[in-house]
């Protein structure tokens, strides 16, 4: 994801324990459940489709961008997202799925998503990929500590961040700077996102069985219920803390 930087790793579980049940287990293992599988497929077309959508938006946004450096970064991040996309769709294919088939379901809800949030300028392309794409990480960081080894690794490997973190704070708090108006127009935008975000995220969930059963405990060691408000909550409280840092009201 475009922009992964976790203030404080707030969105960390806080549970250092040794991994147990599916957790314990590497791909090969897990994956003879095929509820369980159908559940990791979801998954990774979702963060697929994802990496994808972040590597064409990032394109979009460089040609908005107020000088040929600020261009240059952002292709540089383009590039890194196209990277990570390509890394899931050759798992996809190694694990005998057909990587178009699996990322189709979630095009709708990404699509839905970036036409209801589309940014009118530079700055507002900026705080939505800091701030949307965040929100998507810290969620899918939550779920990988509950899969199985190898689908672990690949997760947390692709939302790596690409530096666009750093740089949207560096950007947003210089304009901020220049007209602190500019900060009350951002901080209404922020807060848009989230709310749209999190509202798409539970979209996707509810309308995939397999994705949904694993998330709420029916499979392999998901949440419970309770948990999963714990987890929203961490998710909530981290981008509190990224509002923050880009000078900008929760």
């Known amino acids: 994801m475009t922009s992964s930087d976790k203030p404080d790793h707030a969105a960390d579980t806080t549970d250092t324990a040794a991994p147990t049940g599916v957790a314990a287990l590497d ?7 095929p509820q369980y599988r159908a559940a990791i497929v ?7 489709y994802g990496e994808l959508a972040a590597f064409e938006r990032l ?3 460089a040609k908005l961008a107020p000088t ?7 292709a540089k991040m383009a590039s890194a997202e196209f990277h990570h996309f390509e890394r899931l769709r050759d798992r996809l294919a190694e694990v005998g799925e057909e990587p178009t088939v699996a990322m189709e379901p979630f095009v709708a809800a990404y699509e839905g998503f970036h036409k209801q949030t589309a940014p009118s300028d530079w700055l507002e392309g900026l705080v939505k ?5 965040s929100i998507a990480s810290d969620f899918y960081r939550e779920v990988a500590v509950r899969l199985d080894s190898d689908t672990r690794a690949l997760v947390l490997s692709v939302l790596d961040d690409t530096g666009h973190g750093g740089f949207a704070v560096e950007k947003v708090r210089a304009a901020i700077d220049a007209d602190p108006r500019v900060g009350g127009r951002l901080a209404l935008w922020a ?8 509202s798409q995220s539970q979209r996707v969930v509810a309308d995939r069985d397999a994705l949904s059963t694993m998330l709420v405990g029916g499979v392999a060691d998901g949440f419970d219920l309770a948990e999963v408000g714990r987890m929203f909550s961490r998710i909530t409280e981290a981008h509190t803390k990224r509002m ?4 900008l009201a929760a």
């Open 27 to 33: 791909w090969a293992a897990a994956s003879a459940d």
């Open 42 to 48: 979801d998954l990774l077309g979702a963060l697929a």
């Open 59 to 61: 394109a979009d946004d």
């Open 68 to 74: 040929l450096e600020d261009k240059a970064e952002l």
């Open 129 to 133: 990929a800091y701030v949307g794409d």
């Open 191 to 198: 807060r848009r996102l989230m709310g749209e975000a999190l």
């Open 244 to 247: 923050a840092a880009l000078g």
